[in-house]
């Protein structure tokens, strides 16, 4: 479709929620700086509206959500909330910083949230929700409100609610599929209802948010397009709670490729797809499925020999979508020892990476540093590599030095020193295999009660010298915190990977408990 045939009523906006919904999937939690990156990468990829936080749930949500805001260049801003007067003010206050920002505000409206969730009656959520939209059009213009468990509702309620909040100011009226319990023919049915039967349907954008419990987010998200809905949310990789949400990666490029059957557009920046995908899962250290459409590693891989025989003749044989449209180049060989830092910056340019002077320098020295150890760089390496270093840079806790004795003949013991806050501590210690003895040190320099709920090893590229990169999830009083580390020493690396989600909890408990005291 050239944009000379496009239309307004065919547009399609995109509602990223991967900082609030993504973030509620169990480990993946971000730091502040993290959120940031993320943030500013979606909003150069065009995303219309991006889901910051949750501002009521923490002082550092609360603030993360205000400097997205602040930094912002086109993107709308958008916080959740309650439906209560708390969270709508403390949302209003997150999101006031941004060049255009919206207030979310959600309640159940299915016979079984309402009666067991809330204990309110069917016209107690009415009221509630005419006031709370009410009391966020007072602050601000762009007011979203949505109805949990919306699939499962009654329509006839469902009508009603819709229209009084429409008529209360709501700008944005969501349906969600929150269990991921529908189906694509049932979903466009029910929006289109809907749409035609409430009389004021017209002064609002009606939006879909599908879970994946079914496998059907994505479909069910196009469905809902199809009955009339204009707003998809969604997030990168498809992360979020359970089985995730529908694949943000997945719906914009399903409306490209198909567009004679998906006739509507966006403005994402699909060049930019398989950046964003690294991104968010280097930030969660959530790993992505090799299978996974669009971004998986294997998505353009080709093993059968007749597959491989007839993509080499013509690519269109058994790929529907060229990798350069997601911004995927073939994996090469591209650095060694002798590699200089303009080669080096040329490279970064070319993956999607934008670095700072003195990040730049750091990743450089590393990347030199990798090269004497390892014959062959390639582009996993690379990005591995910068990941790290943009995950690390604010750590309080680093590896300076490790030895390992391992072998046959027990106990194992490890040798660590660490820099705590720019103190030096050395310890050593034995364990029941070299990681446990790795893992032991670091409890002893920094005692700690998180359990590790996740240890997993995978290699970055093929080869005896491959980086290892280890993955490690911590849980502490409730949360978990996941962490990824490279390095082509596996205890190494796994000595990274264990700090790295031990840094994300002092982090998380220094942002969130001693400002909510200053602010009572």
């Known amino acids: 479709m050239t944009t000379a045939n496009k239309s307004d009523k065919d547009r399609v906006i995109i509602f990223d929620t991967t900082l609030r919904d993504g973030e509620q999937c169990p480990g993946a939690t971000m730091t502040f700086e993290e959120k940031i990156e993320i943030a500013e990468m979606l909003d150069d990829m065009g995303v219309d509206v991006i889901e910051a936080g949750f501002p009521i749930t923490s002082e550092g949500d609360f603030q993360a959500v205000s400097e997205i805001a602040r930094r912002s260049k086109n993107s709308v801003i958008a916080g959740l909330s309650r439906a209560n007067p708390k969270d709508i003010d403390r949302c209003a206050e997150a999101v006031k910083f941004a060049k255009r920002g919206r207030v979310h505000t959600v ?34 213009d762009d007011v979203e409100w949505s109805a949990e468990d919306a699939t499962r509702s009654e329509m006839d309620y469902l009508c009603r609610i819709v229209e009084a909040v429409i008529k209360a100011g709501a700008t944005t009226v969501n349906l969600p599929d929150t269990v991921g319990y529908t189906t694509p023919e049932e979903y466009t049915r029910f929006m289109r209802t809907i749409i035609e039967r409430v009389p004021n349907s017209d002064k609002a954008v009606f939006s879909v948010h599908c879970h994946n419990d079914l496998g059907m987010a994505v479909a069910n998200s196009l469905a809902g397009i199809a009955g009339g809905a204009r707003q998809i949310e969604c997030t990168v990789n498809g992360i979020g709670e359970r089985a995730g949400n529908a694949a943000l990666e997945e ?28 991104m968010v899962s280097a930030a969660t250290s959530f790993p992505v499925q090799y299978n996974k459409a669009i971004v998986g590693r294997n998505a353009f891989a080709h093993e059968s020999g007749i597959h491989q025989d007839g993509v080499l003749k013509d690519a269109s044989t058994y790929e529907i979508m060229r990798p350069e449209m997601i911004g995927l180049k073939k994996s090469s060989l591209v650095l060694g020892k002798h590699s200089g830092r303009h080669a080096f910056v040329h490279k970064l340019e070319e993956m999607g990476y934008k670095l700072g002077a003195n990040q730049l320098e750091d990743a450089f020295v ?139 909890i002092v982090k998380k408990h220094q942002r969130d408990d001693a400002p909510a005291k200053a602010v009572g």
């Open 107 to 140: 309640i159940a409206t299915s016979p079984l949230h309402m009666r067991v969730k809330l204990n309110m009656t069917p016209e107690q959520v009415i009221e509630l929700s005419v006031a709370n939209v009410t009391r966020a059009r007072n602050q601000i």
């Open 366 to 504: 590393r990347m030199k540093a990798l090269a004497d150890r390892k014959k062959d760089i390639y582009d996993e390496d690379i990005e591995a590599l910068v990941d790290q270093e943009i995950a690390a840079s604010h750590d309080r806790i680093k590896l300076t030095s490790l030895t390992v004795i391992a072998g046959t003949h027990g106990p194992q013991r490890a040798t660590m020193k660490l820099d705590v806050e720019g103190q030096i501590r050395i310890e050593e210690a034995e364990g029941n295999g070299p990681v446990d003895a790795v893992f032991n040190c670091i409890k002893a320099l920094v005692p700690h009660e998180a359990k590790l709920e996740l240890y997993q090893v995978h290699a970055v590229t093929e080869g005896t010298d491959a980086q290892a990169e280890v993955s490690v999830r911590l849980a502490h009083e409730g949360r978990s915190m996941t962490s990824k580390a490279s390095d082509p020493d596996t205890l190494v690396a796994s000595a990274k990977a264990y700090l790295g989600a031990l840094n994300k």
């Open 251 to 278: 719906v914009v490029m399903a409306m490209k490729v198909r567009n004679d059957v998906f006739p509507w557009w966006n403005q994402i920046d699909t060049t930019q797809l398989t950046r964003a995908s690294k």
